[in-house]
C-alpha cells in the first residue's frame, strides 16, 4: 500500500507528463483561489485579529494552564487504554479462534456486545459503577471510567485485529509447527502471534488513533478534563476566540496522531526488515470486514508489502 | 419509571439521526470514491491531495470538524448551503461535516478493495487501450465496491453512532435530545440507557442486513 | 528462523510501544494523589469553568467570579480557608450527579432551583434572582422588547432550556441555534450571524464586561424568567442549614452586594435586591 509502481497506467510518457503538469497547475489554482477565499473572509470577519490568536503566542499561562495539563490527560488517557486494550483483545481474539464452541462463542458475544454500544455511554456507565461500587476518589474516577470505556470497546475491536491477523497467515506454518509436535499453546505463542503482531501492526495503529481521538468523549460529559474540553474555559478568557481555540487543539491533535502513526509506521519497517514475516498485512480493510457483526467470511490476504 | 419520557419526541429525534447517517453515507461514498480515485490517479499532485486529506482528516476529532462547519463555513465564510433557516442550514452543515470525516475512512476501505482486483486483469483492460478513468469506472472500481461491502458496513455503524456530534452544532437528533432530558430530568443513566438501546436498534441490523450483502455480493476468486 | 527468538524481540518491540508512551503518563497518574476524604479542612466545591463574572478559570490557574465569591465566602463561614477550597467543574449536564454521589460538597454554579431538581438535591439560598434575558450587539436598534425577537436568529447552549422558553412562549417566530458553549455563541453574534444570544442575564453580564467585548454587545434587559439561583447540596445535608446562615449574613456584611459590584457590575447589569432565603420567586 505505499507508493510502488502501479498497474492502474502506464509509466506517464511525455504527454501525459505535460497533461499532468498541466492539472497539476489548475489544481494549485484552485486550492490558492480556496485558501485566499477563505483567509480572505476570515479577514473580513475580523476573526484574524491579532488580539484572537495572540494568547498563544504570547501568553505562556494559556499552555501551562489550559492546554499542556489537558494535553496530559489525554496522553495519559490514551495510553493506558492502549496498555490495557491491547493484550485483552489480543486475549479475546485469541479466545475467539479457540477450538472449543463455548470458549469462541462466548468471547465473540462479548466482543459483539461492546462494540455495538457508543463509546460515551459505556464511559457513563463505568463512572457509575465506579461510584457505586468502589472508592476511587473523585478526582480520578472521570479517568478511570474513560480508560474503562475506552478499554472496552477498543479491546473488542483489536480482538477483531488479531484474529483478521492470525487468519491471514499461511496455513503451513500451524501445519510445519504441527509436525514438529508444538502444542496448540505453543503454537499460537511461537509461531502465529509474533508473525501475526507484524501482520497487523497497519490496522493496530489506526485503532491507536481512534483511541487517542476518543478520549475527547470523556471532557463531554465526564467532565474529564482533556485536551478538547479546554478549549471552553480558554475561550471563555479570550473574548470567544473560538476559531483559534480549536484551530490550534486540531492541530495538536493531527501532530499527536501523526507521530505516533510514524512512530508505529517505523516500527513496523523495523520488524519487516528482520525477515521474520511471511509479508502477510491485515489492513484496516481486512478487520473491518471480519468486524460486521454476524457472517464473518475469511480473511483475504492482504498484497505483501 | 417511564412517565417522564411523556412530552419528549423520541422518534422524531431519532428519524433526524437516521436521516443525517443516510446522507451522509450516500455523501461520503460519492466523495470517498472521489478521493480514492485521486489517491490512485496517475497525478502526482491529486495523490498528494488525496493522502493529505486523508490523513489530517483522519487524524481530528470529529467534534473539531463539525464545529468548523458552523463556526468556520457558515458563520465565517457565509456558506448556509442554499438554505435560510437555521435547522436547515445546521443540518446540511452537519451532512456536510459527517460527509467530510466518513469519506476519508470510506476512501481507505475502497482502496484497499482496488487492491484486491488481480492485476491480469488490470493489464487485459490497458492492453485493449482503455484509459486510467475508465480502466477504474469500468474494471476495477465495480469489483472494488463488491469486496469492500462488509468495511463500508462498519463504516456505516460508526457513522450512525458519529451523527451524535451533530449536537454539538445543535442539530435536533437523539443525543440533542439526550442532553436536553438529562437537564430537565436530572436522570442520567436511566436516559442514557435508553438512547444506548436506540442506537442497538439502529445499528445491530444495519450490521446484520450489511454483512449478509457482502456474502451475496462478494467477488469469488 | 527460531521461535522463540522471533516472541522475544516481538515483545521487546511491544513493550518499546507501550513504555515510551506511558513513561510520563503513568508518572504523571501516578503523582495525582487521591483526594483527603477526611476532614482536614479542605472542601470541595462545584463551580463553572467558562462563564465569566460567574465562574471561570483564568489563565493564572485561578478562579473567579460571583459564584466563586459567594461560594468562598459560605466555605469561609463553614470554617474553611479560602486555600483549602478545591475547586472542581460542575458542567449543568454533571451537578445533580455530583451531588448526589458526594464528589462535591456543595455547588454554586449558576444554578436555578427547579422543582424537578429540587427532587434529586437540596438547595441552599437562594442568593441571586436572575432573568432570562438576550444579548445584543450594540449598535442593534431593532431588538427593544421582547416580542422583537420574532424573526431574529437567537442563540444558546445545547440542552438549555431558556432558548425553547423564548421559543415557545415568547416570540414563536424566532430561529434557534444551539451550540456546545456560549463561546460560539458569541462568535457568531460577532460575526452578525446571530442577533441575539439569550440565557440568564447574570451569565450574559459577564461576557459583556470582559475586556474583548467593552462596547460591542449590550444586555436587552427584558426580565423573560425568574432564575433562583440556590446552592446545591446532596439531599437532606445538615450543610443546607448552615449554608442559608452564611448567605444571611453575607448579605447582611455587605459582602454580597460588593461581589455583584465587582463581577458583574461593570456590564451596567442591574441586580435584584439581595432574595430572602427560602422565597423562590416564582
Given at each position: 500500500m505505499k507508493d510502488k509502481p502501479t498497474v492502474l497506467y502506464d509509466v506517464p510518457g511525455p504527454r501525459a507528463r505535460r497533461r499532468n503538469v498541466l492539472w497539476s497547475v489548475l489544481f494549485l489554482i484552485g486550492l490558492a483561489a480556496v485558501v485566499w477565499w477563505v483567509a480572505a473572509s476570515l479577514a473580513d470577519k475580523n476573526q484574524l485579529a491579532w488580539a484572537k490568536w495572540a494568547p498563544f503566542f504570547t501568553d505562556a499561562r494559556v499552555w501551562?494552564?489550559?492546554?499542556?495539563?489537558?494535553?496530559?490527560?489525554?496522553?495519559?488517557?490514551?495510553?493506558?487504554?492502549?496498555?490495557?486494550?491491547?493484550?485483552?483483545?489480543?486475549?479475546?481474539?485469541?479466545?475467539?479462534?479457540?477450538?472449543?464452541?463455548?470458549?469462541?462463542?462466548?468471547?465473540?458475544?462479548?466482543?459483539?456486545?461492546?462494540?455495538?454500544?457508543?463509546?460515551?455511554?459505556?464511559?457513563?456507565?463505568?463512572?457509575?459503577?465506579?461510584?457505586?461500587?468502589?472508592?476511587?476518589?473523585?478526582?480520578?474516577?472521570?479517568?478511570?471510567?474513560?480508560?474503562?470505556?475506552?478499554?472496552?470497546?477498543?479491546?473488542?475491536?483489536?480482538?477483531?485485529?488479531?484474529?483478521?491477523?492470525?487468519?491471514?497467515?499461511?496455513?503451513?506454518?500451524?501445519?510445519?509447527?504441527?509436525?514438529?509436535?508444538?502444542?496448540?499453546?505453543?503454537?499460537?505463542?511461537?509461531?502465529?502471534?509474533?508473525?501475526?503482531?507484524?501482520?497487523?501492526?497497519?490496522?493496530?495503529?489506526?485503532?491507536?488513533?481512534?483511541?487517542?481521538?476518543?478520549?475527547?468523549?470523556?471532557?463531554?460529559?465526564?467532565?474529564?478534563?482533556?485536551?478538547?474540553?479546554?478549549?471552553?474555559?480558554?475561550?471563555?478568557?479570550?473574548?470567544?476566540?473560538?476559531?483559534?481555540?480549536?484551530?490550534?487543539?486540531?492541530?495538536?491533535?493531527?501532530?499527536?496522531?501523526?507521530?505516533?502513526?510514524?512512530?508505529?509506521?517505523?516500527?513496523?519497517?523495523?520488524?519487516?526488515?528482520?525477515?521474520?514475516?511471511?509479508?502477510?498485512?491485515?489492513?484496516?480493510?481486512?478487520?473491518?470486514e471480519l468486524a460486521a457483526p454476524g457472517e464473518h467470511p475469511d480473511t483475504r490476504r492482504g498484497p505483501s508489502g | 419509571m417511564f412517565d417522564f419520557l411523556q412530552g419528549y419526541d423520541l422518534l422524531g429525534a431519532f428519524w433526524v439521526t437516521v436521516q443525517l447517517t443516510v446522507y451522509s453515507a450516500i455523501g461520503s461514498l460519492v466523495w470517498g470514491t472521489l478521493l480514492a480515485a485521486m489517491r490512485v490517479s496517475p497525478v502526482p499532485l491529486m495523490r498528494g491531495f488525496g493522502t493529505a486529506y486523508v490523513n489530517i482528516v483522519r487524524n481530528i476529532p470529529l467534534t473539531v470538524i463539525i464545529v468548523f462547519t458552523s463556526l468556520g463555513l457558515f458563520q465565517t465564510l457565509g456558506v448556509s448551503l442554499g438554505a435560510e433557516r437555521f435547522t436547515t442550514i445546521n443540518f446540511r452543515l452537519a451532512v456536510l461535516g459527517l460527509t467530510a470525516y466518513t469519506s476519508a475512512f470510506v476512501c481507505e476501505a475502497l482502496r484497499s478493495g482496488i487492491n484486491t482486483v488481480p492485476l491480469g486483469q488490470v493489464e487485459a483492460a490497458r492492453a485493449i487501450g482503455l484509459s486510467f478513468p475508465q480502466v477504474l469506472r469500468l474494471i476495477v472500481l465495480p469489483q472494488a465496491f463488491r469486496s469492500v461491502v462488509a468495511p463500508l458496513a462498519n463504516v456505516l455503524i460508526a457513522l450512525t453512532k458519529n451523527t451524535t456530534v451533530a449536537a454539538t452544532i445543535g442539530v435536533a437528533e437523539a443525543a440533542l435530545l439526550m442532553r436536553e432530558m438529562i437537564e430537565n430530568e436530572a436522570q442520567l443513566l436511566l436516559i442514557s440507557a435508553i438512547f444506548a438501546v436506540g442506537f442497538l436498534c439502529l445499528t445491530l441490523p444495519t450490521g446484520l442486513l450489511l454483512g449478509w450483502v457482502a456474502k451475496k455480493v462478494a467477488v469469488k476468486r | 528462523m527460531n521461535p522463540l527468538r522471533t516472541s522475544r524481540a516481538v515483545v521487546a518491540a511491544a513493550a518499546a510501544v507501550v513504555l515510551s508512551v506511558t513513561s510520563t503518563g503513568l508518572a504523571n497518574a501516578a503523582a495525582g494523589a487521591p483526594r483527603d476524604s477526611g476532614d482536614n479542612g479542605k472542601i470541595v466545591v462545584g463551580i463553572k469553568f467558562d462563564q465569566p463574572g460567574i465562574g471561570l478559570k483564568t489563565p493564572d490557574g485561578k478562579y473567579t467570579g460571583f459564584d466563586v465569591d459567594v461560594a468562598t465566602y459560605v466555605a469561609k463561614q463553614l470554617g474553611h480557608d479560602p486555600k483549602d477550597i478545591e475547586w472542581k467543574e460542575a458542567k449543568s449536564a454533571d451537578r445533580e450527579t455530583l451531588l448526589q454521589r458526594g464528589d462535591v460538597d456543595f455547588i454554586a454554579a449558576s444554578y436555578s432551583i427547579t422543582p424537578k431538581r429540587a427532587e434529586k438535591v437540596d438547595f441552599a439560598g437562594p442568593y441571586l434572582l436572575a432573568h432570562q434575558d438576550v444579548l445584543i450587539r450594540a449598535d442593534d436598534d431593532s431588538i427593544k422588547k421582547p416580542s422583537d425577537l420574532n424573526n431574529k436568529k437567537l442563540c444558546s447552549v445545547t440542552g438549555s432550556t431558556s432558548a425553547q422558553n423564548v421559543k415557545d412562549k415568547i416570540a414563536p417566530n424566532a430561529q434557534l441555534q444551539q451550540y456546545g458553549g456560549y463561546s460560539e455563541c458569541l462568535t457568531g453574534l460577532e460575526n452578525g450571524v446571530i442577533d441575539a444570544v439569550t440565557t440568564d442575564d447574570a451569565i450574559l453580564a459577564g461576557y459583556a464586561a470582559q475586556p474583548e467585548f467593552k462596547g460591542k454587545f449590550k444586555l436587552g434587559g427584558f426580565k423573560m424568567s425568574n432564575e433562583n439561583y440556590g446552592i446545591g447540596v446532596q439531599k437532606g445535608s445538615d450543610l443546607k442549614a448552615k449554608i442559608n446562615t452564611a448567605l444571611e449574613k453575607m448579605v447582611a456584611d455587605g459582602s454580597w452586594q460588593a461581589a455583584v459590584d465587582k463581577n458583574l457590575g461593570p456590564s451596567g447589569y442591574q441586580n435584584e435586591p439581595a432574595p430572602k432565603i427560602g422565597v423562590i420567586v416564582q
Open positions: 501551562e494552564t489550559y492546554i499542556l495539563p489537558a494535553l496530559k490527560n489525554t496522553v495519559i488517557a490514551a495510553a493506558l487504554s492502549m496498555v490495557i486494550a491491547l493484550p485483552l483483545g489480543a486475549f479475546l481474539g485469541i479466545l475467539r479462534l479457540s477450538d472449543h464452541i463455548v470458549v469462541r462463542s462466548v468471547a465473540g458475544s462479548v466482543v459483539e456486545f461492546f462494540r455495538a454500544i457508543p463509546v460515551l455511554i459505556l464511559m457513563l456507565f463505568a463512572d457509575a459503577a465506579y461510584s457505586e461500587f468502589t472508592d476511587i476518589s473523585p478526582d480520578n474516577r472521570p479517568l478511570y471510567a474513560v480508560v474503562t470505556g475506552l478499554v472496552l470497546y477498543n479491546a473488542s475491536v483489536l480482538a477483531e485485529v488479531v484474529r483478521a491477523g492470525i487468519l491471514a497467515l499461511p496455513t503451513g506454518q500451524t501445519d510445519a509447527a504441527k509436525a514438529i509436535g508444538m502444542r496448540k499453546g505453543q503454537i499460537m505463542t511461537h509461531v502465529l502471534l509474533p508473525q501475526a503482531v507484524t501482520a497487523m501492526l497497519p490496522a493496530l495503529v489506526s485503532q491507536l488513533v481512534v483511541i487517542v481521538k476518543d478520549t475527547a468523549l470523556g471532557g463531554a460529559m465526564l467532565g474529564f478534563s482533556e485536551l478538547l474540553a479546554s478549549v471552553r474555559p480558554m475561550s471563555a478568557n479570550y473574548g470567544a476566540n473560538t476559531i483559534a481555540c480549536f484551530t490550534v487543539v486540531a492541530v495538536i491533535f493531527i501532530a499527536l496522531n501523526f507521530a505516533l502513526t510514524t512512530f508505529a509506521s517505523r516500527l513496523e519497517r523495523r520488524l519487516r526488515r528482520g525477515k521474520k514475516t511471511t509479508g502477510a498485512v491485515v489492513g484496516v480493510e481486512a478487520v473491518e | - | -
